[in-house]
């Protein structure tokens, strides 16, 4: 099989990193069976929280709707297997800001029985795109390569814009992640099945499939269907290894050449980008009317004994995956939601398994490193930054809190992907340090546009009050006319009634 | 079961400052042992007094400032500031000057302006000029390098030890009998007086290129900063841009009138040009940082350095060239941002 590696646009910078995926990779994807409880938190992604539609005691079937959203950004949550709805209370979960968030806790019952559909969808063919767009809201549907934003709304926005590409994400840059290799190697099918609803969905003709260089298998895998199926709207397209080019923003310059604007959305250079999991996702949805209820997480790190991607049950505790597949070694010091570039540490493993639960991470200590040291302006930051960025400027500007100059220099730019940290010979911590300085722009920020509004009621309040008094004023002087005009005899009468009704008060 | 919380990235760096620090003195041990085996066991002492006195510097400025001074001196920096100063004096140099040169470095050019990281100019450049200045008589001292046709006096270890502790020669020798011009000092005094070029090469410490031994220290200082390239710890667009900067004036006049300006060979081999495009230049703290920016500071340290040595007073210009160009790396990096992805033209968004 040939390997596809043509008309790739240029990435700057990135780092070729040990991707210590082969372990996690040799074995199938195992099934985790359902757990006694599921959790399945209220706040999954951006946008407004779900609302849920069941009370405490309720007996819920899998696949049932249990939360719609309640704002114009979200998607709907539906049971991951049958059983009684015990709580709904704040549980621990992987995100980056606070520990806790509300979440539904079904007790199951192990029978795992389904929820019958009164419609069967018709053929995703028949379907005009915005009733398939519909259909995919309520699938439950968001992205499942990490960042999760809900799927409908992404292509509804991208409805708007002229699309090109469709740009079907298989990176997996980050390293020990191997979930969608492991899918794009049993599913093929699936994914491509996916690609093609997008494809319908948008209205457009080109999907490329972008897959890593060193994923081989999966890369036979799609190449020996798209041969047999004869459709020339998918392309597959082979990316270097070299992290991040799976990032949205870079995989669009890498397969596209296109650059995206500062501050803007692939969808303003014509392309979109979905994940390979979350085409397979909407296959399932489409074709065989299963909502978003499981996705497959790889399960590796030196703390675990036996590294293997998985298929969970959203809402799985953590512990109880890491428990099915043989446990914890010796060696388990940390345990990360997310791969060890961008992931979140969290403190518990009580934290469910989500629809963003990409990898499950745990590692040994990170071995003793040597304090922070002062930036010696090496530039290496620099060289292997992918947006370009001066991140030894940048620190410099955050350390002295320049907002100005932070913004001249891209700090909103910064795709946190971590590059700088690695490549740092002080070990300056600038991943976090940018994320601090970020937060402080957006205070600012927010804080100005706080100030803003304040001067306009101020101002608002002034004007009021002058035009007030000046009404007044024109009032006494028509009356102090119309008075004059009438003659002392009228003024007389006036005072009179004015004394009148001082008396009478 | 409970864990600890970090940020991320959680894999370790892969390089550390000290390592650094390290392997930048590493590639600099086999021009070392040249200069010793040119020039006499002088280089080990001025290494040895300047190591002693930029540590105690180091040392006094980081308990001055509440710092850890042990943290502090396992950088290497000090070490490493200490070792380009011993390599810019000459084999004869009495300890006082050297401490002069290694305390300035340590203590004003680099910790006044807030220590490592913040020093706007190369400590060791900046200690070097200040002795230039102050004991300029004191840095002509460089004896000829002992190639076995030269028939000069060697002094032995006790007699240079003697030297570097009292700054008086033994009984029977003057600074006329154990000192000699360098060859860029032979060049410009040569041409001043109206001497070819082809005359002055005749005089026996001229070389192929540069001078005999100072060549062969070239030659070593050269794999060292080819070796830092490819360990990636130094980058190719400072060495470029001095060597640009250098040989193609240099080469320029050499065409035009090879009788009265030396040869570019000469340039490149003379003085400290290769020691200053590979490791004196290269300090990532007091040079540009953009990659374009890089080049461009090293263009001006080249022009610099051939300006000196045309028209300057001094032999030499490295010391000079560096310091000014430290100056205007303000000014280059704000005009050499690179192009931030997504951003238009100049990478700049003002709003």
């Known amino acids: 099989m040939s390997a596809p590696t043509y008309d790739l646009g240029k990435l700057h910078g990135g780092l070729r990193l040990t991707a210590n995926k082969q372990v996690s990779t040799e074995q199938p994807i195992i099934d985790v069976p359902v757990p006694e409880h599921l959790v399945l938190p209220l706040v999954q992604h951006v946008g407004d929280p779900v609302h849920p539609l069941i009370q405490i005691g309720d007996r819920v079937l899998k696949g049932q709707l249990i939360a719609e959203v309640e704002g114009t950004l979200g998607a709907p949550v539906h049971a991951s297997s049958s059983g009684k709805v015990v709580a709904i209370e704040p549980w621990p979960i992987a995100r980056r800001y606070g520990d806790n968030a509300p979440c539904i806790v079904i007790e199951t019952d192990g029978k795992d029985e389904p929820v019958k559909r009164a419609d069967i969808p018709p053929s995703y063919r028949a379907m005009t795109p915005e009733d398939l767009l519909t259909l995919i809201l309520r699938g439950g549907i968001v992205g499942l390569g990490g960042a999760v934003f809900p799927t409908a709304q992404k292509l509804m926005q991208a409805r708007t814009c002229k699309i090109d590409h469709l740009i079907l994400n298989g990176v997996e840059c980050e390293p020990y992640i191997s979930c969608d290799d492991r899918l794009m190697r049993e599913r093929a099918a699936e994914v491509i099945s996916g690609a093609r609803i997008l494809l319908h969905a948008l209205q457009i003709d080109s999907c490329f499939i972008a897959v890593e260089s060193d994923k081989p298998e999966a890369i036979h895998a799609l190449a020996r269907l798209l041969t047999s199926l004869q459709d020339d709207r998918l392309v597959l397209k082979q990316v270097p290894t070299i992290y991040p080019s799976g990032g949205e923003d870079q995989l669009v310059q890498l397969v596209a050449n296109r650059e995206v604007p500062s501050g803007g959305l692939p969808s303003d250079v014509g392309c979109l980008v979905q994940n390979v999991g979350t085409a397979a996702a909407i296959h399932d949805w489409l074709i065989h009317n299963q909502p978003l209820i499981s996705r497959v997480t790889t399960v590796t790190g030196d703390g675990i004994n036996h590294p293997v991607n998985v298929r969970a049950r959203i809402g799985t505790p953590v512990a109880d995956v890491i428990e099915y597949i043989g446990g914890y070694s010796d060696m388990a010091e940390q345990l990360i939601i997310g791969g060890p570039m961008t992931g979140k540490s969290v403190t518990t493993d009580r934290v469910p398994v989500v629809k963003a639960t990409n990898s499950i991470l745990v590692l040994s200590k990170t071995p003793a490193i040597n304090p922070e040291m002062p930036c010696i302006r090496c530039g290496d930051c620099a060289a292997v930054c992918p947006v370009q960025l001066l991140p030894q400027q940048l620190f410099w500007y955050a350390c002295a809190d320049n907002e100005v100059k932070l913004r001249q220099f891209g700090l909103t730019d910064c795709i946190e992907c971590g590059c700088c940290d690695l490549v740092c010979p002080s070990h300056i911590p600038l991943t976090a340090d940018f994320r601090i300085a970020k937060g402080r722009i957006r205070e600012l920020a927010d804080e100005k546009a706080r100030a803003v509004r304040a001067r306009e009621r101020f101002e608002a309040r002034n004007d009021r009050l002058k035009r007030e008094q000046d009404e007044r004023e024109t009032q006494l002087a028509q009356q102090k006319e119309s008075a004059r005009k009438a003659g002392p005899a009228a003024i007389a009468a006036i005072l009179r009634r004015k004394q009148q009704q001082s008396e009478d008060d | ?351």
């Open chain 2, 1 to 351: 079961m409970e864990f600890e919380r970090h940020d991320a990235p959680f894999i370790t760096p892969m390089v550390s400052v000290p390592s650094l620090m390290l392997q930048v003195l590493a590639a600099l041990v086999p021009a070392a042992i040249a200069h010793v085996w040119f020039f006499g066991p002088g280089f080990i002492f001025n290494l040895i007094v300047a190591a002693l006195f930029a540590a105690a510097g180091e040392t006094l400025m980081l308990k001055l400032r509440n710092r850890n001074p042990v943290a502090g001196l396992q950088d290497f920096s000090a070490l490493v500031t200490a070792a380009l100063l011993a390599f810019a004096l000459p084999s004869l140099t009495p300890w006082w000057v050297t401490a002069t040169g290694a305390l300035f470095a340590v203590i004003v050019a680099k910790h006044l302006y807030g220590g490592l990281g913040f020093n706007i100019f190369n400590p060791a450049m900046a200690g070097y000029v200040v002795i230039l200045v102050a004991f300029p008589m004191h840095l002509n001292l460089w004896v000829a390098p002992q190639m076995g046709d030269l028939d000069y006096p060697a002094m032995t270890v006790m007699q240079t030890l003697a030297f570097t502790l009292t700054g008086a020669l033994p009984d029977g020798l003057t600074y006329d009998a154990v000192s000699r011009a360098t060859p860029l000092d032979v060049m410009k005094s040569g041409l001043n007086n109206a001497r070819t070029v082809v005359e002055i090469r005749a005089v026996p410490i001229m070389g192929d290129f540069g001078g005999r031994g100072w060549e062969w220290i070239g030659n070593f200082l050269a794999i060292g900063g080819f070796w830092l390239l490819i360990k990636k710890i130094i980058r190719w667009q400072i060495p470029a841009g001095i060597g640009l900067g250098l040989l193609l004036p240099a080469t320029i006049m050499y065409t035009i009138d090879p009788g009265s300006h030396a040869s570019p060979g000469f340039h490149l081999f003379a003085g400290a040009t290769i020691l200053c495009a590979f490791f004196i230049a290269t300090d990532p703290v007091s040079a540009a940082t953009s990659p374009r920016g890089r080049f461009i500071y090293g263009v001006g340290i080249g022009l610099i350095i051939y300006s000196i040595r045309l028209w300057g007073s001094y032999a030499d210009g490295v010391a000079f060239a560096v310091l000014i160009m430290n100056m205007a790396v303000p000014a280059i990096d704000y005009l050499t941002r690179p192009h931030i992805v997504g951003h238009d033209a100049y990478g700049a968004q003002d709003e």
